[in-house]
T-cell receptor, first 114, second 118 residues
Framework: AQKVTQAQTEISVVEKEDVTLDCVYE???????LFWYKQPPSGELVFLIR??????QNEISGRYSWNFQKSTSSFNFTITASQVVDSAVYFC???????????FGSGTQLTVLP | GAVVSQHPSRVICKSGTSVKIECRSL??????MFWYRQFPKKSLMLMAT?????????EQGVEKDKFLINHASLTLSTLTVTSAHPEDSSFYIC??????????????FGAGSRLTVL
């Protein structure tokens, strides 16, 4: 069975602070995909990143960076110099095989205060 | 990029009526679409997998007679909540995967449909 744990339910930071959102996953599959999605108040899920299980390279995209560590089954997401517009719920998700379905974590509500 | 459209975005109905939600892939064909349900401040729970031209596959605990899914074409899947009750009030989100794109393993989500049953 697949499981995704996002232990942080809510996080509040002040603008320009860095913030890291944690994600721990469980799967018995050797091939899997990890995702991060952003859900702003409007409700739409916005794709941020996909990472394959065989690619442990960390990635940076602007203010966003992701740290994938198979040894600890973690796929953490860091926002550098946070902005008010980053306020949203962030979901980590796990897809296995052909990633036809996703198992979502419970989400982390990030609030960036001005 | 791939776009998935959901309609309506918001719907309010009376208890006992049926409500249909549409999910369309606008610029790609989707043989498979997924329907999720999200309760307030909760995660997304997969309800069912919609397969074009065949029956949907429902997750355990989801009533197939309650939540009718029809995948009539390669670009349209519909979810009908039958005889709706207040406990069916929720945010329903569909998703699809564009197999023709380089990001073939990335699901694109619709904007969601918020159902309120009075």
């Amino acid at each position: 069975a697949q499981k995704v744990t996002q232990a942080q339910t809510e996080i509040s930071v002040v603008e320009k602070e860095d913030v890291t959102l944690d994600c721990v996953y469980e799967t018995r599959d050797t091939t899997y995909y990890l995702f991060w999605y952003k859900q702003p108040p409007s409700g739409e899920l916005v794709f941020l990143i996909r990472r394959n299980s065989f690619d442990e390279q960390n990635e940076i995209s602007g203010r966003y960076s992701w740290n994938f560590q198979k040894s600890t089954s973690s796929f953490n997401f860091t926002i550098t110099a946070s902005q008010v517009v980053d306020s949203a719920v962030y979901f980590c998700a796990l897809g296995t095989g052909s990633a036809r379905q996703l198992t979502f974590g419970s989400g982390t509500q990030l609030t960036v205060l001005p | 990029g791939a776009v998935v459209s959901q309609h309506p975005s918001r719907v309010i109905c009376k208890s006992g009526t049926s409500v249909k939600i549409e999910c369309r892939s606008l610029d790609f064909q989707a043989t498979t679409m997924f329907w999720y349900r999200q309760f307030p401040k909760k995660s997304l729970m997969l309800m069912a997998t919609s397969n074009e031209g065949s029956k949907a596959t429902y997750e355990q605990g989801v009533e197939k007679d309650k939540f009718l899914i029809n995948h009539a074409s390669l670009t349209l899947s519909t979810l009908t909540v039958t005889s709706a009750h207040p406990e069916d009030s929720s945010f329903y989100i569909c998703s699809a995967r564009d197999l023709g794109s380089s990001g073939a393993n990335v699901l694109t989500f619709g904007a969601g449909s918020r159902l309120t049953v009075l």
